[in-house]
């Protein structure tokens, strides 16, 4: 075989390669985009099953989280706010949406966790008996900004308020209790 011909088989191995690649990375995407998208599917069987659909307005980061539960406080007669529970697999996979109906703003909070800014000389090992008493868990601390991140009491929409509330019988430990916020750039 002279110089010329494996030039010429090269070069022909080289173009039907490259279509090959072409037509197997074409046949992926048209079935990519043929597929049905899970997170959607979910949510749409949530709103059959009463829950609302996620609002216009958020952002659309949350547009694609996974509605896990949906209801309105304090209640369904007296409604004031509309939660919903989503999942996520990024860093914050259950986030909580409050939509207040008076001003129609949104707010985005972890929905599993909330934050506890620890009062002037007060060691996070204080938290201790409080913990065990409510039942909750401390999650991770930091001791140079004095703030705990605590677990909830349950997984139900009034979780994190419900968490605030009970620890306000130990409100000399912190200075502080709240949600732990999202917020987005």
């Known amino acids: 075989m002279g110089k010329t011909d494996r030039i010429f088989v090269y070069i022909m191995g080289l173009v039907l390669?490259?279509?090959?690649?072409?037509?197997?990375?074409?046949?992926?995407?048209?079935?990519?985009?043929?597929?049905?998208?899970?997170?959607?599917?979910?949510?749409?069987?949530?709103?059959?099953?009463?829950?609302?659909?996620?609002?216009?307005?958020?952002?659309?980061?949350?547009?694609?989280?996974?509605?896990?539960?949906?209801?309105?406080?304090?209640?369904?007669?007296?409604?004031?706010?509309?939660?919903?529970?989503?999942?996520?697999?990024?860093s914050y996979p259950y986030v909580r949406v409050v939509e207040h109906l008076s001003t129609g703003e949104f707010s985005y909070m972890a929905a599993d966790q909330i934050l506890i800014e620890l009062a002037d000389g007060v060691d996070v090992t204080a938290l201790?008996?409080?913990?065990?008493?409510?039942?909750?868990?401390?999650?991770?601390?930091?001791?140079?900004?004095q703030i705990a991140v605590v677990g909830v009491l349950s997984t139900q929409i009034d979780a994190v308020p419900a968490t605030i509330e009970a620890l306000q019988?130990?409100?000399?430990?912190?200075?502080?209790?709240?949600?732990?916020m999202i917020e987005f750039k």
């Open 128 to 145: 201790l008996p409080m913990l065990e008493a409510l039942e909750l868990r401390l999650r991770m601390f930091n001791r140079k900004d």
């Open 17 to 90: 390669g490259s279509l090959l690649v072409a037509m197997i990375m074409n046949r992926r995407a048209l079935k990519e985009e043929a597929s049905v998208d899970p997170w959607v599917t979910h949510n749409a069987a949530a709103v059959k099953a009463g829950a609302d659909p996620l609002p216009d307005g958020m952002p659309e980061v949350i547009q694609v989280g996974k509605i896990l539960d949906f209801g309105t406080l304090p209640s369904a007669a007296d409604a004031q706010t509309k939660v919903w529970h989503l999942n996520f697999d990024d």
């Open 169 to 180: 019988p130990y409100s000399e430990l912190f200075r502080s209790v709240g949600p732990d």
